[in-house]
């Protein structure tokens, strides 16, 4: 028995009754004195009105599947080709024979759940496009890929940064054998015509900055650099692979968040962004609990400051956690706030976003590789 606080209200729950868990599963925001709810099963307890999360397949034409990266289109996105502001890209890292690190599509969701596909790479070689996935507003998409010839660990490759415009047409590669080793994920501080792209390197356990002058029909790199180092990574027999996974990056106070699923952690590194120095070690623990955390995958910020990460339940880090496919809240500081599961099998949680739509409403969308799908979940101020 424990109990979780939602906001104003405290309900305790027994986690072997499935039923009161499932009626009481929400995470509770406070936001200038705002309770702002987010609504998994579609309802708020004690409220009238109903928000139902929009759920779309992920599986576009090709069978690709076991989705990874998720990002919204920004709000200020540059005009023209088929992304929208508010659209979702889906990124597969699976083909449709379940192999891992040999899917090669990104999927468009748009807001009412209606897909469509956005990219569909040409392989051989393969591709394996992975939870790095980010848009630049000038109109250009980044997407990470860590391949493998047959699914195994022993046929990986150090992979790439594809560079797509907003048709979906890739324009080019960014690459380096030291600083992008498997990048596994990313998170971009956009300023437009210039932007800074932090990557997680799950095969060398590193964290590398990409400074980026963008203009209207390229990008270019004007600096490559290591910001943090020392994560655990190494091979893994349901995953594939484990190392440093989701950054969250806080431009106010210049630290990056990292999810570090091997060492079963969320850290801070000062200084990400101004440094022009490479930096070593992992940063500060900030959020380390073995009851809770089960080897975190995605990592982002909610609308009150507070970060969220998916539970991937990696079974290579050892967890007394009895919920599976968790998304967490936290505070900056550590201190844990609630949890709900978005999937009752085993390591279904990956790639996480959040996007405020206006004042008072924001969405969070989910992955879930088991089913293939993507959910996305209103908050919404009661």
Known sequence: MRTISFGYRST???RRDEKTRNDARIICYVVCGAVIALLPLGRALGQDSEIIPVQSSTVPANGDQNPYGVAFVPADFSPGGPLQPGDILVSNFNNAANLQGTGTTIVKVAPNGQTSPFFQGNPPPTLGLTTALGVLKRGFVLVGNVPT????????QAGSLLVLDRNGVQIGTISDPNLLDGPWDLTIADN??????FVSNVLSGTVTRLDLDVGLSAVSVTRKIQIASGYTQHSDPAALVVGPTGLAYDPVNDVLYVASTGDNTIFAVENAGATTQ??????????????????????????NGHLLTSNGD??????????????????????FIGEFS??????????????????ASARFAAVDDSRNDLTVFSLSTP
Request: no cysteine.
């Open 12 to 14: 305790r729950i027994d």
């Open 149 to 156: 010839k047959d699914g195994t660990f022993a046929t990986i």
């Open 192 to 197: 437009g015509d210039r932007a800074q792209v």
């Open 278 to 303: 490479s930096q070593s070690g992992r940063g500060a623990v900030i959020f380390k609990d073995k009851a809770l955390l089960h080897g975190p995958l995605g990592l982002a910020f909610a609308p």
């Open 314 to 335: 990696a079974p290579t880090v050892p967890s007394k956690q009895t919920l599976p496919s968790e998304i967490l809240e936290f505070t900056k500081n550590g201190n």
């Open 342 to 359: 978005i999937d009752s099998a085993a390591g279904a949680a990956f790639g996480i976003a959040i996007v405020p739509s206006g004042e």
